[in-house]
């Protein structure tokens, strides 16, 4: 743990001692997430090994309420826990690579019997504030944690929400560290084209701050801004907006991202150290220099259980879309947020199509299903415009009543093909089940 989080957790726990702690247990709660979960990667024009493999995941989540007071105080705890039933690919056999699988680290070259994540939050609050600090998992427009694998992604630092103006949510935080969903090492940031992991450049500063208005139930309107110290600066504008229709809904959902360089990314010498992106610079001036411009719209018509999504995203500058990236997963707040590939490359554009259909309307409650295509085109390289496109199919379904209550059921299918990105089939299984403890 870092040292904020151990601070901040002995500070909680001396102001527990000192203050009426009834709501602090009254309003706690806690649950265990049973998670069985597996995954299986086939690369298809490479000569690379399949990349199979299945565990179970256990995570104790407890949640405190508020101590009495002007200031509230409150703590959060955390123990993920993941055990390896089978890793025969990729990350199953000592000597064949020293890149860990998808769902478990490494350990003398193979798959990791078993590996854990303990998690602490210290939080305060004063009125419609709130202060956490200690272990964070944001899902905000420049930074969201990703859980698509066996335990989920989660980050170190502080970040305060304020809730104060009617209509208003502001934000602001610092992120330390990271704890990728394959790793129990907490370690500094990167982005594509630095995170390699032996010779790479990352950072432990990374800075955000944020709005959210809602001046009417059926309009939202977002401004964000995130700096990773050493690499770049980047601003987001978004609006979302619910029409109903005569018959059916319209939600119009828009998106601006505008990124540039920041410290040692924004100097040639710093960019000679390795504080570089990924990008094409055909030009040759400027190699690895954070220059990215973003935007996407997406159109969703809803009717009777039956949703039909369309969309179109585009990139333009010399670097490929920046964003926290390790190399061993990651979630972007893009439409093109696949479950694979993101489309994200220099001078990108991609096109988006989603149906998708709630069975609850025909009586089937828990039942869900969606399928997905994009297809992305004019990707800048040295020598040619490249292409790639992904499809994806999904199934959920939770049964919503009886002795099984709560159990959820999930099927992900993807296919993805291009000349700028490995063509492989993946398949994702995955049962939960959440039991209350308090």
């Known amino acids: 743990m870092k040292n904020s989080s151990r601070v901040a957790l002995v500070v909680t726990l001396g102001c527990i001692q000192h203050s009426y702690a009834s709501g602090f247990i009254e309003d706690s709660k806690a649950s265990l997430d049973l998670r069985n979960f597996y995954f299986n990667q086939d690369t298809r024009n490479q000569k690379a090994p399949t990349d199979q493999e299945w565990g179970q995941a256990f995570m104790l989540n407890y949640q405190s309420g508020f101590t009495e007071g002007l200031v509230g105080v409150g703590l959060d705890l955390q123990m993920l826990y993941g055990v390896r039933l089978d890793a025969s690919g990729r990350a199953g056999k000592a000597g064949e690579s020293n890149t860990p699988g998808s769902v478990f680290p490494l350990d003398d070259g193979k798959a990791a019997n078993d590996f854990s994540k303990p998690g602490a939050t210290a939080k305060f609050r004063i009125s419609q504030t709130q202060l956490k600090v200690g272990t964070l998992t944001p899902k905000i427009p420049v930074l969201v944690y990703e859980d698509g694998r066996l335990l989920p992604e989660t980050f170190r630092g502080w970040q305060v929400d304020s809730k104060e103006l009617d209509k208003f949510n502001f934000m602001a935080g610092r992120i330390e560290q990271v704890l990728d969903r394959n790793s129990t090492n907490g370690q500094g940031m990167s982005i594509a084209g630095a995170n390699d992991p032996v010779k790479g450049k990352f950072s432990n500063q990374f800075y955000y701050t944020g709005v959210d208005y809602n001046p009417t139930k059926n309009l939202q309107l977002q401004y964000y801004y995130g700096s990773l110290e050493d690499f770049y600066q980047q601003h987001f504008l978004g609006l979302i907006h619910n029409w109903q229709l005569p ?36 030009n040759g001036v400027n190699v690895g220099k954070v220059d990215n411009k973003l935007w996407s719209g997406l159109f969703t018509y809803s009717l009777q259980g039956h949703s039909l999504s369309l969309g179109y995203q585009k990139t333009t500058g010399e670097s490929d879309f920046p964003h926290i990236n390790q190399g061993q997963g990651r979630s972007v707040y893009l439409i093109t947020n696949s479950q694979s590939l993101k489309f994200v490359n220099a001078g990108e554009e991609a096109t988006v199509g989603t149906y998708a259909y709630d069975f609850s309307a025909i009586g089937l409650t828990g039942l869900k299903s969606s399928v997905t295509y994009i297809s992305g085109r004019h990707i800048d390289t040295p020598t040619q415009s490249n292409k790639e496109w992904e499809r994806d199919m999904r199934i959920d379904y939770v049964v919503p009543s009886g002795t099984f209550k709560g159990l959820g059921l999930m099927w992900r299918g993807a296919v993805f093909r291009g000349n700028d990105s490995a063509d492989k089939d993946e398949t994702r299984l995955m049962v939960s089940y959440s039991i209350p403890l308090m």
């Open 247 to 282: 018959v059916g809904t319209l939600k119009t959902d828009l998106r601006y991202f505008y990124s540039t360089s920041d410290g040692k990314n924004g100097s040639q010498s710093g960019r000679n150290e390795g504080y570089v992106s990924a990008g094409y610079y055909g």
